[in-house]
Structures are given as C-alpha cells and as structure tokens.
C-alpha cells in the first residue's frame, strides 16, 4: 500500500460532502460571508431552485486582489487567528472551507473590488490542483459569487437534488430565517428572472414588523407580544404569539443565539415551559434573540452550526423560562384587568 496526499480538488469535495449539501446550504455560506464582510445589501439569484444557477451580490468591504487567491484556498480565512479566537466567534465563518468546497463542485468565479482599489479582479480555481487564476473584471465595491451548475462534476451528489420547486422552497425558508434576525440588512431574491423576495432594510419597530408580517404573517405580527429584557449578561428580544391567539400549528419557530439560528434542547424545553400554561393545543410561534457574552457560548460543534453549547446551561435555560413566563402572565393580568372595568 502507497500512502499519498489526496490532490487539492478531491480533498475540497471530500470536504464540501460535510458543508455543501444543496443549493441553500451554497447559499447559507455565500450570504454569510456577505454579512460577515459587513454588506448592507445583498441581491441573491438563482436559476432552476440554484442547481443551473447561484449568484450572490453584496455591497460589503471586498476583497483585495493579494487575497482573492487564498478565498478559494482551504483552510484560508480572515476571521481566526488562534484556537482562542474559537472562544469567542462572533462572525459566520471561520474554518475557511466554504468558498474552496463550492468551488470544487460547481464552476465559481469570484469578483471583487475593495474601496481603495481602482479595479475590480475576479478568480477561479482550474483543473485537480485547483490553481488560481486571477484576472482584470468590472465591478463596484464588494463582491459577487457565481457558482453554475452546482455538483456538475459530482453525479452522485447531483442526483441528490430534489425538484426546482423544493430546492427554492429550502432557500426560501433559510432567507426567512436570517432576514428575521438581520433586519438591518436589504435582501432580495431572484428566481429565474423574476424578483420573489424583497425585504427592505429596517430601522424603527413599525418597520421590523412589517418584515415579520411579511415573513409570518399578517396575524401574528399584528398581535405578537414584544420581548425585551436584560439580565445581567444575557439580553432576550424579540416576539412570541399572545396567550389570546389561537393560530393554527406554527412554522414560526426561530430561535437565535449571538444571531445564529439554534435548534437546541434546552433551549425548546425553556420555551415550550413557558408557554405551557397559556396556549392549549398546538406549539405557540415565537422569533427570540438571545444574546450573551460570546464566550459564555460554543458554536463550534457541528458544522452546519445549528447546535450550541451554553456553559451556564441550566442559568440560562431558567432565564429564558422566566422572562417568557413573566411577560406572558403580564399579558394575562392585563387582559383580566380590562375585562373587570
Ligand atoms: P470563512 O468564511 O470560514 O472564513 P470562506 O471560504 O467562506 O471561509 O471564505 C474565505 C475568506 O474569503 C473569508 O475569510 C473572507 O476573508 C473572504 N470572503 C469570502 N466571501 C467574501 C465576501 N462576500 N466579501 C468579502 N470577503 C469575503
Ligand atoms: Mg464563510
């Protein structure tokens, strides 16, 4: 037996089988790279649900042309230094895998141009060493990723898709999820040359609802109880269902941590508690935030990242119960309040 290094592309699909399950997943990574650049804006486009085409356009900081090459290296980020940086990560990314695992499967061209460049260059990496190549492209500041024919060059994982209709349906419900936590920031989304989603940048509570309106509906934004309460280092926002709505089963179940979307037991256990009292029948809806000294928290658990670790687990837990029971009682007493005058 020979023992050899695996050739740079098969070890970055090897690698995009953990990172790079289907068009949304591009997606997540993509948009996240945006955010973590600091993009206001970001215009996503797609064609046949993303598996002909993934286009992402962000108005963030850029990339240098020095830089460009080692974006779609393995193992090449701008956002970790150390093992103790892990402790407290507060961008998206941070293994500095995605661009490279995309661009092993799909044909990715990178552009970019930095505010004190004059130029913008674009990049793509060629053939199994996956080289760089580097040339001049027109661009305003900020980026775009182009990644085509998704698994083109990996059958197996290709045959994997599922419909247009499904594969745009799981991109559309991830641009929920974080259009929901980033409201500050101006998303859209193009299918197949039609402008579907267009959620406008927010600044005020008016307009924060009228996004959740548009993202949940009309009915729970119009009668969702506000949540906003700080103890000590932990700080929870956001808005859960009245114990007076009846709504039907919920899809709007979004809890995030440090912006992240989490799906944690702990986390539902607190949640479903609090609303056990009050509403009957079916899950209630909620959109909370969570947010916490970084390094009270691990989001490096998995790399799909959607499971954390608290240090404080049972504190943390029992703060969330609280502040959700509290304002739902407050609810309550006003509702018997009115009833008796
Ligand atoms: P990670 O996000 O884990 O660092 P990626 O492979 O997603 O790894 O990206 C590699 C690097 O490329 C990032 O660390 C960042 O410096 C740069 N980068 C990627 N996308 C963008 C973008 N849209 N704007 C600016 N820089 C970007
Ligand atoms: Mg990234």
């Not at 070890?11 to 399950?21: F, P, R, T, Y």
């Not at 990574?29 to 215009?43: F, H, I, K, P, Q």
Request: charged content about 25%; hydrophobic content about 40%; overall charge negative.
């Amino acid at each position: 037996m020979t023992i050899q290094i695996l050739p740079p592309q098969l070890a970055n699909q090897i690698a995009a089988g953990e990172v790079v399950e289907r068009p949304a997943s591009v997606i997540k990574e993509l948009v996240e790279n945006s955010l973590d650049a600091g993009a206001t804006r970001v215009d996503i486009e797609i064609e046949k649900g993303g598996s002909k085409l993934i286009k992402i356009h962000d108005n963030g900081s850029g990339i240098s042309k020095e830089d460009l090459g080692l974006a779609l290296s393995r193992h090449a980020t701008s956002k970790l230094n150390s093992l103790d940086d892990l402790d407290a990560i507060l961008s998206f990314g941070f293994r500095g895998e995605a661009l490279a695992s995309i661009s092993s499967v799909s044909r990715l061209t990178l552009t970019s141009r930095t505010a004190d460049q004059v130029e913008a260059w674009q990049a793509y990496a060629e053939g199994s060493d996956m080289a760089v190549k580097v040339i001049p492209a027109a661009h305003p500041v900020g980026s775009t990723v182009e990644a085509v024919d998704l698994f083109f060059n990996t059958p197996a994982r290709r045959r994997f898709l599922k419909s247009d209709k499904t594969e745009f349906t799981h991109i559309d419900e991830w641009l929920k999820r974080i259009a929901l936590v980033r409201s500050d920031i101006h998303f859209t989304l193009k299918h197949n040359g039609k402008v579907v989603r267009n959620y406008r940048a927010t600044s005020t509570q008016d307009q924060y609802l009228q996004r959740l309106a548009q993202i949940s509906g009309k009915k729970f934004a119009e009668q969702a109880i506000e949540i906003n309460c700080q103890h000590d280092d932990l700080k929870l926002t956001g808005y859960i269902q009245s114990p007076f709505f009846e709504a039907p089963a919920s899809d709007t179940q979004y809890f995030y941590v440090n912006g992240r979307l989490v799906r944690d037991r702990l986390v539902n256990h607190a949640v479903r508690q609090a609303f056990a009292e009050h509403v009957t029948g079916e899950q209630a809806s909620y959109v909370l935030m969570l947010e916490l000294d970084p390094h009270q928290v691990d989001v490096n658990v998995h790399p799909a990242k959607h499971e954390v670790r608290f240090h404080q687990s049972r504190y943390v837990h029992d703060y969330i119960f609280q502040a959700l029971q509290s304002a739902l009682q407050q609810v309550g007493r006003l509702a018997i309040d009115s009833d008796n005058t």
